[in-house]
């Protein structure tokens, strides 16, 4: 795919979406030199901030002060960027490069960028709607959870993915009482191998969370205002709030409308283009090609939000510098934290270094010979090296992986060198 052109002068740039990729975007591009006009259209009340805190400290202590805002309130105005938050954007007119504003305003574009992120998956059961049950995106969301879980609460987390996880390891020390429940057999099935699944599901069970796997819902019901989770097997939770964690839906909804290619996400290229030249996307909307991996492939992570929406910036700016990156995730869960660089898959030759429940320990998963992909808990510094191994193609032993005498730093330098030299 041929890069894009380098603009010169750039003109307005709009953003829609403001999110932390929406918030980086705009401010790499005044960061790049970009003197034009910039214009990000949010549905938020807030201006752009990270999300991480909202399934972990926030939960602890929901003041605003918690939240990592990605600029202040006043650094947009003050950068000559017009916010418009709690507004919702409704539609692109491709034809006159226009956005079509729920103010009834239109605003012009040179170009545009999508940053409008993912919804939460919404559960369709009966008695979905039950005031009890909720999700967790949004500031307001997290503090509605956070005024619930009051000591000896009952708090039943519907999936068992990283957020539910998350939400239930903030519940339990918040002294509430927990219950799990996943219809998968292990806890966080897409994210981590069955092994550290397990791991988990122990540690968590361990701390007293009433992990259920293999559970399905079959509707919820009400107590006199209580929630009441039927289950599939008869059982019955009463319940002092319902938090559903079982995905997201990439917001894709304007994009299609305006006929630009679409699956999985927003379809564009290393560079962050869409299907119209004019049009880039970035973050968790976005489905884009990883030179790396060689595929597209569309992510839910802080990295990916934050170093996408830089290089489209950048790219808008006249870089034609592909987003190459190996992908990067973190969990907080107790006094755990969990690293996921790369892509592991079912299948992949997995090495281990130190000892799971004994400190810290790391997971090399290896395809075809090259380490692809480096699961650590409590070891960031090993999966940060990992990483850099995986960028450079991954040529290392299993055996030196796993023997923790083997400097990974020493591995990383010898691989930079011979990558160098050739
Ligand atoms: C609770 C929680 C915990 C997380 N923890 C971690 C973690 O530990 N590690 C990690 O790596 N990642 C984590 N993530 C993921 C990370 O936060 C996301 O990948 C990141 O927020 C994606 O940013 P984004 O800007 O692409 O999308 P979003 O944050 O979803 O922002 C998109 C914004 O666009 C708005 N929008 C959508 N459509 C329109 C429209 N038509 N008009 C106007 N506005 C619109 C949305 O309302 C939203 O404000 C977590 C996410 C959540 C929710």
């Known amino acids: 795919m041929s890069a894009p052109e380098g603009q010169g002068s750039v003109g307005a740039v709009v953003i829609i979406g403001s999110g932390q990729a ?10 790049g030199g970009h003197g034009g006009p910039i214009a990000i259209i949010g549905d938020e009340a807030h201006p752009p901030y990270e999300r991480p ?30 916010l418009l938050h709690g ?39 009966e008695g ?27 708090i039943v987390v519907i999936g068992a993915g990283f957020i539910g996880m998350e939400v239930a390891a903030a519940a339990l020390l918040r002294a509430c009482k927990v219950s799990v429940l996943e219809l998968a057999p292990l806890p966080m099935a897409r ?37 009441l989770v039927e289950l599939d097997n008869g059982e019955v939770l009463t319940a002092d709030a319902v938090v559903v964690g079982i995905g ?18 927003i379809v564009v290229d290393e560079y962050g283009r869409s299907s119209d030249p004019k049009i880039y996307a970035a973050g968790d909307v976005s489905s884009h090609f990883n030179p790396l991996l060689g595929r597209h492939i569309r992510l839910e992570s802080w990295q990916n939000a934050q170093n996408q929406a830089i290089a489209v910036a950048r790219n808008i700016l006249g870089a034609r510098k592909p987003y190459a990156e190996i992908p990067w995730f973190w969990s907080d869960q107790f006094d755990l934290n969990l690293q996921i660089a790369g892509v592991p898959q079912a299948g992949d030759e997995v090495v281990q270094r130190g000892t799971l429940g004994g400190g810290p320990v790391v997971f090399f998963h290896l395809r075809e010979g090259r380490l692809v992909a480096a699961i650590g808990i409590n070891s960031a510094r090993d999966v940060r090296f990992g990483k850099e191994i995986i960028a450079l193609g ?17 591995l990383f330098n010898n691989l930079k060198r011979s990558a160098k030299a050739a």
């Not at 005031?131 to 009051?150: A, C, F, G, K, N």
């Not at 991954?394 to 020493?410: K, R, W």
Request: aromatic residues 4%.
């Open 87 to 125: 507004r919702k954007a409704l539609r692109i007119d491709r034809a006159q490069s226009m956005v079509e504003v729920d103010d009834g305003s239109r605003i012009a574009y040179e170009n545009l960028i999508l940053t409008t992120g993912t919804r939460p998956r919404p559960l369709t059961l």
């Open 248 to 265: 997201v839906i990439p917001n894709v909804e304007l994009a299609q409308a305006a006929g630009l290619e679409i699956d999985n996400g």
């Open 22 to 31: 929406g918030g980086r975007a705009a401010e790499a591009l005044r960061q």
């Open 191 to 227: 994210g981590v191998p069955p092994l550290l699944g397990a791991f988990y599901a122990d540690l968590h069970r361990q701390k007293g969370v009433a992990l259920r796997t293999g559970a399905s819902v079959r509707r919820i019901g009400d107590d006199n205002g209580r929630a």
């Open 394 to 410: 991954g040529q290392v032993g299993a055996a030196e992986l796993a023997d923790p005498a083997v400097s990974l730093a020493t």
């Open 128 to 154: 979905s709607a039950h005031p009890l049950v909720s999700y967790l995106r949004t500031i307001e969301d997290s503090r509605r959870l956070q005024q619930r879980m009051l000591p000896g609460a009952h």
């Open 53 to 82: 805190a909202l399934s972990k400290e926030f939960l602890g202590d929901a003041s605003l002060a918690k939240i990592a805002w990605v600029r202040p309130a006043d650094w947009y105005a003050e950068s000559g960027i017009t």
